[in-house]
């Protein structure tokens, strides 16, 4: 299965996707296409590098969400693209998005699901004093990092933790489980049922 990556930032998660890529260990899944929606994005020279089609579509050049949208999916299609990661992809998605895929788009998160939902999850985490905390791979739905959850990791925050050792710590999670939950997706081995998601 045919997967496109949408990031707008650093791009690490793309890189350890690249990375189960090229070890074997993402198959079925194969990466077809990343699409960045910004153009300072580190992502799309990793996507470069690694050989990958990868394309700009700014959000910002389009005049409401759902043309942006739509340029995205265009691209997506014309590269046969059949389920689609995020990535550190810092835009919600609507319908228009959403119904293209149906339960074929997964996101990552650096919490524990419900816990610190939307921007600067690791600061959050910090900032309520929670002594646990994690990532989440889920599906997306139109609200904010609140789909079904498919997988979670989780890992001790330190005392001495702040926003930035906390995140390095959890990426390091993510950069295990995502590549891991992807190629799930292409085997078609994810159920959901409701809210729960098991693992055929
Ligand atoms: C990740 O921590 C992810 O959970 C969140 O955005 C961050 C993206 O990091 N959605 P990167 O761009 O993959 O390095």
Redo the contacts with the bound molecule.
Sequence with gaps: MRIGVL??????????LVDARDRGVLAPAELGLVVANRPD???LEHARAAGLPAVLIEHAAYTDRRSFERAMLDELRAHGVEAVV?????RVLTETFLSAFPRRII????SLLPAFPGLA??AQAIQHGVKVSG?TIHFVETGVDCGPIIAQRAIEVRPDDDAASL?AR??QL?HVLLPEVTALLAAGRLVCEGRSVRIA
């Design positions: 990031a707008s930032g650093r791009g690490s998660n793309l890189r350890a994005a580190p992502a995020l990535a550190g992809f810092m996101n990552t998160h650096p999850a690791p990532c995140h959890i990426q993510e």
